[in-house]
DNA sequence: AAACTTTTTGAGAGCGCTCTCAGTGTCTCT
DNA sequence: AGAGACACTGAGAGCGCTCTCAAAAAGTTT
């Protein structure tokens, strides 16, 4: 049960801790001999150094905290971003030597436990994920002067890498307007989310500049959210013949409410979602939507804390994105 | 930049370290003038204790850690299961006082990594998350002595929480037998998990009883898988009437396939999945799945963790499963 | 009031590692 | 051969905290 220590594998060795640190991290100035009885000690000893002492002893860590913010618990659990963010970020961080500490922060009290943990130095870095425009996490966290970046753009002002929300959303409007659509509605995420506003103001200004009106329900991202936003927009506006979700799966609760009230799509109303996630290829009919892959601005936000740990200034990073045409448009 | 350490706080309070490290660990045995003057120091300084320094005097951590077994990059990443799991435990984990390391084990130099970082010490115990039959790291952790529990039975016969594979799978079947369905066929996960196994043994223990032959396609857990793994079926038997997937992700997928072969569901072919993730129920039709709560299994799971801090035994864990009829069968 | 208990406080020795600095040994140059 | 430059090794002082143990203070008992 009792780990070895380095001195422990430096007795065995017959020689010095220093020496016994110098070849386990990996200095070069150790005459051979030596380095090889100190590697057979180590071996023979299972000798592992212990995390807790190096970083008090360097006064540093190779860890680096994601916080996401949850919503109080009850909202979807198999948000597909969460996924897929979380997975590539500990995969590109992980390659890079660094250990992912997941915190979650929803409520006021978690975020206070962010906030003593980073205090406490347990981690290198932070990443935000998915903030909401009043969450008074990041300001806090920032001035405790860690690297620090957000996966989409937050207020505060700190290093992000996001896609064009209101270009995309704009693209998919026009897309729709090219098609002939007339009556164009949208169902939002929510308000306090950049990523939202941002979508609902490309939507917008688009609609305006070719003189239509905006029909407008408001949801949170998840499918359920979708599917009444949906319902009321049909019962807003019966007439309406297209809808432009601002994620896929709201896009996918849509396509359920307008089933069930008998249109048919895209004959009846098309409808485009946004972010292209792997299940609008499987809906009925596949998903016409603006693809950005997630992963991959996961990964660039990976890199961009990377690149903060070597003195790199943060220059924000915005991901292209494309419109993908099935047959929901 | 420098945060204020425990020394500064006892100079300012005009105190001894050990009457702050009192006060700050929430000891009763100090005076009520002394804890006052402590709190003040301490709030006027900002003082939060160094994490490595405690832990390398306690020789404790609070922090445990999450391991996925990550299929090589490539595969899909919006897996519903990691996002339910991984987010719930968290969740558990948090609200003890827990920190969640996540990491991720695919290839075996990340193996590695989780070794020496388990061994380093820098958690108390470990959980491990989608373990495939093969996987030598259950093994070589369990050779550590730290309190360990698997999200479902794995081998290595460490703790596990885990639904009814088999028996979900064979009420799966009999549904299906009931409804008049004589050939059915199945879609599995990824053979070398444990849970596939059962799943699989449940569908053809079931069939075998009634004398009807098992129609088998081998996927892996993911919607392509499930749709490719259906044309084959489509292909091997065209006179299939049901089908068995193992989870509602290659459900989706067969889904997908039928209705591009021009099947009806579920007059032509009936579908059941199996989990109920959420979007089940938006898909067309809505899908008649086996229930079984990932959220709570994944509770369950962090809860049998935290059991084994206080010295239970570790007793396994079965969660209860229902079948859920939707319109796909 | 003396003797004894109990409670509270402070001193200081670690926890396991890194890293500076001094010491020893080896080479090169004149 | 002696001086100086260079390469390697070892000793030991921290890093910031906890926790044991002894000293001091306060309270009890006879």
Same mark, same amino acid.
């Given at each position: 049960m009792k780990r070895p220590t380095l001195a422990a594998v430096a007795a065995r060795a017959g020689v010095s801790k220093s020496s016994v640190s110098r070849v386990v991290n990996g200095? +070069? +100035?150790?005459t051979p001999a030596i380095r090889e009885l100190v590697i057979r000690a180590v071996r023979e000893l299972g000798y592992v150094p212990n995390g807790a002492a190096r970083s008090l002893a360097t006064?540093? +860590?190779n860890a680096v905290a994601v916080i996401v913010s949850d $919503? $109080?618990?009850?909202?979807?659990? *198999?948000d597909p971003m969460f996924s897929a963010v979380v997975r590539t970020v500990s995969r590109v961080l992980e390659s890079a030597g660094m250990q992912v500490t997941l915190m979650l922060a929803g409520s006021a009290e978690s975020r206070l436990r962010v906030e003593q943990f980073v205090a406490a130095g347990h981690v290198a870095g932070v990443m935000l994920v998915s903030?909401?425009?009043?969450? &008074?996490l990041p300001a806090s966290l920032a001035r405790m002067g860690f690297p620090m970046v957000a996966f989409g753009r937050s207020s505060g002002g700190l290093p992000y890498v996001d896609n064009d929300n209101t270009g995309g959303a704009s693209v998919a409007v026009r897309y729709l307007l090219d098609q002939g659509r007339r009556r164009i509605a949208t169902i939002t995420g929510p308000l306090d989310m950049i990523a939202s506003q941002d979508r609902l103001t490309g939507y917008r200004e688009t609609l305006r500049d070719t003189g239509r009106r905006s029909i407008v329900a408001i949801g949170d991202f998840t499918r359920v959210s979708g599917y009444e936003g949906m319902r009321q927009l049909l019962e807003d506006d &019966?007439?309406?013949d297209a809808v432009f979700a601002a994620n896929d799966l709201m896009a996918i609760g849509a396509l359920r409410a307008l089933r069930e009230a008998g249109r048919?799509? &895209? *004959?009846d109303v098309a409808v485009v979602g946004f972010d *292209?996630?792997?299940a609008a290829l499987y809906t009925a009919p596949p998903l016409t939507t603006i693809r950005s892959p997630m992963e991959d601005q996961a990964a660039a936000t990976a890199e961009l804390l990377l690149s903060l740990f070597t003195g790199a200034p943060g220059t924000p990073v915005i991901m292209p994105h494309r419109l993908v045409v099935r047959e929901s448009a």
């Amino acid at each position: 049960m009792k780990r070895p220590t380095l001195a422990a594998v430096a007795a065995r060795a017959g020689v010095s801790k220093s020496s016994v640190s110098r070849v386990v991290n990996g200095e +070069t +100035t150790v005459t051979p001999a030596i380095r090889e009885l100190v590697i057979r000690a180590v071996r023979e000893l299972g000798y592992v150094p212990n995390g807790a002492a190096r970083s008090l002893a360097t006064q540093r +860590t190779n860890a680096v905290a994601v916080i996401v913010s949850d $919503p $109080p618990k009850g909202l979807s659990s *198999d948000d597909p971003m969460f996924s897929a963010v979380v997975r590539t970020v500990s995969r590109v961080l992980e390659s890079a030597g660094m250990q992912v500490t997941l915190m979650l922060a929803g409520s006021a009290e978690s975020r206070l436990r962010v906030e003593q943990f980073v205090a406490a130095g347990h981690v290198a870095g932070v990443m935000l994920v998915s903030m909401h425009g009043a969450d &008074p996490l990041p300001a806090s966290l920032a001035r405790m002067g860690f690297p620090m970046v957000a996966f989409g753009r937050s207020s505060g002002g700190l290093p992000y890498v996001d896609n064009d929300n209101t270009g995309g959303a704009s693209v998919a409007v026009r897309y729709l307007l090219d098609q002939g659509r007339r009556r164009i509605a949208t169902i939002t995420g929510p308000l306090d989310m950049i990523a939202s506003q941002d979508r609902l103001t490309g939507y917008r200004e688009t609609l305006r500049d070719t003189g239509r009106r905006s029909i407008v329900a408001i949801g949170d991202f998840t499918r359920v959210s979708g599917y009444e936003g949906m319902r009321q927009l049909l019962e807003d506006d &019966p007439a309406l013949d297209a809808v432009f979700a601002a994620n896929d799966l709201m896009a996918i609760g849509a396509l359920r409410a307008l089933r069930e009230a008998g249109r048919r799509v &895209p *004959d009846d109303v098309a409808v485009v979602g946004f972010d *292209d996630i792997e299940a609008a290829l499987y809906t009925a009919p596949p998903l016409t939507t603006i693809r950005s892959p997630m992963e991959d601005q996961a990964a660039a936000t990976a890199e961009l804390l990377l690149s903060l740990f070597t003195g790199a200034p943060g220059t924000p990073v915005i991901m292209p994105h494309r419109l993908v045409v099935r047959e929901s448009a």
